[in-house]
């Protein structure tokens, strides 16, 4: 049985909150006792979102913002830190994938998924450290890809953008562990949220199930509410000796040598 009241009056912040793994942790997190804020630039979901969440405590807000944005982002902190001060949790959900192989990668594509994937957490990082050293710590949560560590065909942007978040996360971590500041990593696999999503709508919903099948050791989809409980494991005091770490929620997939999608003249046989 699930522990309860885990998050118990805990300030949290969520970027990408109304995304499909965001808006599960939101909702997690809610119920486990958490302040929660949710920013993205999707109003109609995260109004929504934020409705749904005041059955477990009223003090929940929505944030309308571009990531993209250095003005918005820097409004957004402000606007954060001024009505709760510095958060507790911290869990950035927020990333975007063009898939291209670089031949092909137009510029406009690659510079939002470098602005939104990876500059935008800078960008976060820097407003919120010093409010959180005053405040004597806090969890930070990225949501990186497991294609941080191992790459991906057709997707050198995705994953390289991922991997400088991977990889400014564990520098993060050892920035600020003297303050009580843990920051750690999750890296999803394929089968999560919008990846499973178009990889569903590319090859179709019995193709992508026997992907799964073959190329995971637990042999099914990957659901958002496993994300998000692994989130809310990181955000807890469950995991108050974990920093600097990368946990792959993927089913098994980093151990299994698998080819995903090819172009055709490849060759389906080497």
């Known amino acids: 049985m699930r ?5 118990q009056q805990k300030k949290v912040l969520i970027t990408a909150g109304a995304s499909q793994i965001g808006s599960a942790c939101a909702s997690l997190f809610a119920a486990q006792g958490a302040v929660v804020a949710i920013a993205d630039k999707d109003r109609e979901k995260g109004e929504c979102l934020r409705d749904s969440l005041v059955s477990h405590a009223e003090v929940c807000v929505f944030y309308a913002v571009d990531l993209c944005s250095k003005a918005a982002v820097a409004l957004l902190c402000d606007e954060y830190l001024a009505d709760f001060g510095a958060p507790d949790v911290w869990l950035n959900c927020a990333g975007v994938c063009h898939p291209a192989y670089i031949d092909e990668q137009e510029e406009a594509p690659m510079e939002e998924m470098m602005t939104l994937n990876l500059l935008s957490a800078f960008r976060i ?28 065909n057709g997707l050198s942007v995705y994953a390289a953008t991922k991997g400088g978040l991977y990889a400014m996360a564990n520098a993060f971590a050892m920035d600020y562990a003297a303050y009580g500041i843990r920051v ?27 992907f799964w099948q073959r190329s995971q050791l637990l042999p099914r989809r990957g659901r958002v509410d496993e994300i998000a409980d692994v989130a809310l494991f990181l955000a807890s005091d469950m995991s108050k000796l974990l920093n600097g770490e990368a946990l792959q929620v993927n089913g098994g997939q980093n151990i299994i040598a698998h080819n995903q ?10």
Request: net charge negative; aromatic share 4%; hydrophobic share 35%.
């Open 3 to 7: 522990q309860s009241g885990l998050l």
């Open 125 to 152: 990082m820097k407003r919120l450290a010093e409010p959180m050293k005053q405040n004597h710590g806090g969890s930070v949560i990225h949501l990186a890809s497991d294609y941080a560590i191992s790459g991906a």
């Open 184 to 210: 750690n990593s999750i890296l999803p696999g394929v089968s999560l949220a919008s990846c499973g999503d178009r990889l569903e709508r590319e090859i179709g919903s019995s193709e992508a199930e026997r």
């Open 261 to 270: 999608v090819f172009r055709e003249h490849w060759g389906a046989g080497t």
